[in-house]
């Protein structure tokens, strides 16, 4: 056996001493020290490796997760935008016209105007139609007249 080979010393350092009947040499048993050390390390080094590689797993799962959150997250806004859709200019005019008949005869700055205020209007009635409703408690008493029947 070579004294200064680490890793056959690795092999014999702890069945090295007075029990033996051959007591090591000084430089044996520095090297059977340095091979525990290096066994102490190694089994350090193990325990940190399984440490960072369940940590790094973890970590990629985490991102798997996060990436899949994500996703889903574009997928609702993008349904909610599909959903919810402003009005065209055109819808807008549209509905000015059925709102207010002499809308065609009035000046591009009341046009401008009145669309403003029905676009508005429109998207009043888009979030009563699309979240639950609230204002029931400021209506005021039907009498038994019909809505449509005070125009």
């Avoid at 044996?28 to 102490?40: E, H, I, P």
């Avoid at 985490?62 to 994500?70: C, P, S």
């Avoid at 205020?117 to 019909?146: F, L």
């Amino acid at each position: 056996m070579n004294v200064w080979d680490v890793e056959e010393a690795m092999k014999w350092a702890d069945t090295w001493g007075p029990t033996d009947g051959v007591l090591p040499t000084g430089d044996q048993l520095a090297l059977a020290t340095l091979a525990r050390v290096v066994r102490a390390a190694g089994a350090e080094l193990a325990s940190m490796r399984m440490c960072f590689e369940a940590a790094d797993a973890e970590r990629r799962e985490l991102r798997e997760r996060a990436m899949r959150a994500e996703a889903e997250l574009a997928r609702v806004v993008a349904a909610e935008r599909e959903r919810w859709k402003e009005p065209t200019d055109e819808q807008v005019a549209d509905a000015c016209l059925w709102s207010r008949h002499d809308f065609g005869l009035l000046p591009d700055e009341e046009k401008r105007i009145a669309m403003s205020v029905i676009r508005e209007h429109w998207r009043a009635v888009w979030k009563a139609c699309n979240t639950p409703g609230r204002g029931a408690q400021y209506m005021p008493p039907n009498d038994g007249v019909e809505p449509h029947a005070l125009r």
